[in-house]
């Protein structure tokens, strides 16, 4: 078999197509295409190549297949089609590449009432049952939780031989977005709700389609369902609303003004009312800040709060770019940049790293930062003095002391902030650093040595 790109007949390239979706490499797929593969070439087990992609669950190789015209709503000899064999193995990365672009306008009715009951099917009875009434096995499912995307996890369900992955409700939501069918604002709430939701924002499937659709929507029914359950009885109701306002803040299309300030009043108040502390933290961060005039009064007010979820939030209600700080906000950020907790102080970073200006006690406030036990907190202490470019010689010395961490990215941070300051020490950090690999190509602190290189070049005469 000859290298892509070979000259060669549609059977030739049908065969290379194959091969790229057996390996699952999307970026051959996409070039397969182009030189005139038929994106429903047959694979050895005679069905299209988009129903290979979809059993190994390969959403880059599916999408790839789907924008070069595979068609997913073809007719399987077993009654079904490519997207309804996705559909049943539940993962919605699979389903979304499948839709493709306007599903609505592209596929019949039919195909999309048939569609909705499948998932609706799945998700109602529950993967382990459907798996359970499907083989005849009984006892209990082998699950694993996995990630079906970079941020979101699902569980991944084995009965009696057969596998899929029970992100039934995403499918569900994605497929009625998808058909501009509008799910209830409850509905919503109890798909996302059936899974507790992760601190670290890694979401289950479910709960995140059901959060970014309600983060969409802008049509004044849905924003009175929206106020309504910000007093909801059930702390979990009200975090998954206050993390749905806090999707897309700041991004509001001008024709939808009306909205920003909707929601802007409506943190606002629930800020003040709210007495739940991760609630509490949700609406904080849901809450723009910016120009907002309450701003620093809403900072202010939970600087000793018990929480320490809500304090992460307090210090980007007090210093931000090009805003000079009051002596009151300078204060209270200084004493967060203390707190007990490491998330705290990780902030009290970030914030100051964005402030209009490096005062003495910034400057002191960041130097202990950048020494402290916590590596997100000398991180982000270290990123703030970075920009700042403060050639103090304390601060020369703490970029030199990253060097001796163990934690790359630190002694990155270190030969990065030297180079901002035109050290003459910057190339010797570099070798510190040690080598960097495909990911730091485009990192800005990589480059460092090279436009620390550039200029600082001898003139030439």
């Not at 499948?98 to 998700?123: D, F, I, S, V």
């Not at 950048?370 to 920009?387: C, H, M, Q």
């Not at 910057?426 to 800005?444: K, M, N, Q, S």
Request: glycine share 8%.
């Amino acid at each position: 078999m000859g290298a892509l790109g070979d000259s060669g007949g549609t059977g030739s390239q049908d065969d290379r197509l194959v091969a790229a979706v057996r390996t699952r490499d999307a970026d051959a797929v996409r070039m397969v295409l182009e030189a005139g593969a038929d994106p429903d070439a047959f694979g050895a087990d005679g069905l299209p190549v988009l129903c290979t992609a979809v059993a190994a669950y390969d959403g880059p190789v599916a999408e790839a297949l789907v924008d070069g015209g595979a068609h997913q709503n073809r007719l399987l000899p077993d009654g079904t089609t490519p997207l309804l064999r996705a559909v049943e193995l539940g993962s919605p990365a699979v389903v979304t590449a499948l839709l493709g672009n306007e599903p609505q306008l592209r596929l019949p009715q039919t195909a999309q009432k048939r569609l909705l009951a499948l998932a609706r099917n799945w998700y109602e009875r529950g993967a382990a049952e459907e798996l359970r009434r499907r083989t005849g096995a009984p006892g209990p499912a082998e699950v694993l939780v996995i990630p079906d995307c970079e941020y979101n996890r699902v569980e991944q369900i084995s009965v009696g031989g057969l596998t899929v992955r029970a992100g039934h409700g995403a499918v569900l939501t994605w497929l009625e977005e998808a058909f501009h069918i509008p799910t209830p604002v409850g509905e919503l709430a109890a798909r996302a709700l059936r899974h507790p939701e992760e601190e670290d924002a890694n979401w289950h499937v479910d709960w995140f389609a059901a959060c970014f659709t309600l983060s969409q929507r802008r049509d004044k029914d849905t924003w009175s369902a929206v106020e309504a359950m910000r007093h909801h009885p059930s702390p979990a109701h009200r975090a998954f609303v206050a993390c749905s306002l806090g999707i897309g803040v700041g991004i509001e299309p001008t024709d939808q003004d009306w909205y920003a300030k909707e929601r802007n009043r409506l943190l606002t108040a629930w800020a003040a009312e709210e007495g739940d502390g991760k609630v509490l933290a949700k609406v904080l961060d849901a809450h723009p800040g910016g120009d907002h005039p309450d701003k620093e009064a809403l900072g202010l007010r939970y600087t000793n709060h018990t929480d320490p979820r809500v304090r992460r939030e307090v210090p980007y209600f007090l210093y931000a770019r090009g805003t000079p700080p009051t002596p009151e906000a300078t204060t209270a950020l200084l004493a967060l940049a203390h707190d007990p907790d490491p998330a705290v102080r990780r902030a009290v970073g970030n914030a100051l790293g964005a402030g209009p200006g490096l005062t003495p006690d910034i400057r002191n406030a960041l130097l202990t930062l950048i020494r402290d036990p916590d590596e997100g907190a000398r991180s982000s202490a270290a990123v703030a003095l970075s920009r700042f470019r403060d050639r103090t010689p304390a601060v020369t010395d703490a970029f030199r002391a990253l060097l001796d961490e163990e934690n790359q990215l630190l002694r990155l941070e270190g030969a990065y902030g030297l180079a901002q300051l035109d050290d003459p020490r910057t190339e010797e950090a570099y070798e510190r650093v040690g080598p960097l690999g495909p990911a730091f190509d485009i990192d800005h602190r990589a480059s460092g040595l090279w436009q620390w290189r550039s200029r600082n070049r001898p003139e030439r005469s």
